[in-house]
């Protein structure tokens, strides 16, 4: 592992994964620790809003995006497997986590092989399968998986590998939270949400990036549920 920069209290860092991959890293606050994990094509940058809350918060380049490194091939389970080794590498046994689009099915494929790394688990839009993105957001994936071709591009297209009957499997808390006009179908989101045991909160008027067009009142919920006892 080496340090970057530092400001405050914000740091930056990169981590050698298993496969001599590199996986970039934020990190800022105190407190319980708390990983965020971006949406597809994005990186730990989207997570800004959420930077302040009261934890100590580690937001994560997904493999292939941001500052980590490239690798031909990509998939869920293997970017799990780079969570865990970031986990390691920082010597943090138990955590919460926040994923985001492909990141809530980064955090769910996590939850399913690591089930004792988790603490808490939120998850703001994610989907288990294709089918469960409205028809013509499955269709700009499609398109755009054609122009663009990369292994990022693939997973918009691809079901995650985790199943309900994994969900069903899930001891620690959890928190789907969407907005109303979401991407992925409010039905499978509640399905997600029934079949993890967990809390279900739909924001009104909120779309896809609820966490940053109405951050005060999704940084509220997040905090509720993460300070609960």
Do not use: W
Request: charged share 20%.
């Amino acid at each position: 592992m080496t340090m970057q920069g530092k400001t405050d209290t914000l740091m930056s860092g990169d981590i050698k994964v298993k496969d001599g991959g590199v996986i970039h890293y934020r990190r800022t606050g105190k407190g319980t620790p708390l990983i965020l994990l971006h949406g597809n094509s994005q990186s730990s940058a989207y997570f800004e809003p959420q930077m302040n809350l009261p934890f100590d918060t580690i937001a994560i380049d997904s493999r292939n995006q941001g500052k980590s490194s490239r690798s031909k091939s990509l998939n869920f389970k293997l970017m799990a497997q780079d969570l865990l080794d970031v986990l390691d590498a920082l010597h943090l046994k138990k955590v919460d986590i926040l994923g985001f689009s492909d990141g809530a099915n980064i955090a769910m494929m996590f939850a399913k092989n690591y089930p004792e790394r988790v603490n808490k688990l939120i998850l703001n839009s994610g989907n288990l399968k294709f089918l469960d993105i409205h028809f013509i957001f499955r269709v700009l994936s499609k398109i755009e998986h054609f122009f663009v071709r990369s292994p990022v591009s693939a997973l918009l297209v691809k079901d995650i590998g985790v199943k309900l009957a994994d969900l069903k499997k899930f001891m620690m808390p959890v928190l789907v939270i969407v907005g109303q006009y979401d991407l992925i179908r409010l039905s499978s989101s509640k399905k997600i949400a029934q079949a993890s045991h967990g809390q279900f909160i739909e924001i009104p008027r909120g779309f896809h990036t609820v966490s940053q067009s109405k951050a005060t009142i999704f940084n509220r919920y997040v905090t509720r549920f993460l300070q609960d006892k």
